[in-house]
């Protein structure tokens, strides 16, 4: 490939779809109730190790994704279907969890160590979720050239860029979201989850034949 066979409309679906699998909107909500009794530098720092340690596993999954499919023989339409049950299962306990007390997310915060609830569940499967980590390794077996493995590891580089900027700057954020703002805007999220969630399954059982795909 060269650059004057890029098609940068089609760059451009790529950046929105990676910007659905590990932009800063599905991780916000968690991010600001589990780090909501933290004070502004540990958040930060939480925040930093959460970015790097997603950036960095979509990095190796883009890389690595194609190679990983063929050891571990999985093909691209159950990877969709196991993406999207995953995707479910967390977008179901956003649903659950927003109408608990604020008291309930900062005991469930208090307990955990913050270095460690970085990585987990906030760098993967919040940050970095399901459909990100379906959609980067289905990119891995689709790149064809130095070229354009370049520009992709620019466009994560890119939403990892932003994911910074958002959450290292939360301060200016959070006051705007009190507990009963914080609460819909989970549910919100929730729900646009789910379908999300039902259309990565949807897609797999189409390219296994079992439904008829739907054309949109």
């Known amino acids: 490939m060269t650059l004057g066979e890029i098609d940068l409309w089609q760059l451009l679906d790529i950046l929105v779809l990676l910007l659905i699998g590990m932009g800063p909107k599905v991780a916000l909500v968690p991010f600001l109730s589990l780090t909501a009794d933290m004070d502004g530098e540990t958040q930060k720092k939480v925040a930093n190790r959460m970015v790097r340690t997603a950036t960095t596993v979509?990095?190796?999954?883009?890389?690595?994704?194609?190679?990983?499919?063929?050891?571990?023989?999985?093909?691209?339409?159950?990877?969709?279907?196991?993406?999207?049950?995953?995707?479910?299962?967390v977008a179901l306990r956003m649903l659950a969890e927003a109408g608990e007390e604020e008291e309930g997310h900062h005991e469930k915060a208090s307990g955990r160590d913050a270095e460690k609830m970085a990585l987990y569940p906030l760098a993967v499967p919040y940050l970095l979720n399901p459909a990100g980590i379906t959609l980067l390794v289905v990119f891995s077996g689709a790149i064809d050239s130095w070229l354009m493995l370049g520009i992709m590891v620019v466009?994560?580089?890119?939403?990892?860029?932003?994911?910074?900027?958002?959450?290292?700057?939360?301060?200016?954020?959070?006051?705007?979201?009190?507990?009963s703002r914080m609460a819909v805007t989970e549910a919100v999220f929730g729900v646009l989850l789910a379908a999300l969630a039902v259309e990565l399954v949807l897609r797999g059982l189409a390219d296994l034949g079992v439904i008829q795909a739907v054309v949109h």
């Open 58 to 89: 979509a990095l190796v999954l883009l890389v690595l994704g194609a190679f990983l499919m063929k050891l571990l023989h999985f093909s691209e339409s159950a990877l969709y279907i196991a993406g999207g049950i995953v995707f479910l299962l």
């Open 155 to 179: 466009l994560v580089l890119l939403v990892g860029a932003l994911d910074w900027l958002v959450f290292t700057n939360l301060d200016r954020i959070a006051k705007y979201l009190d507990k």
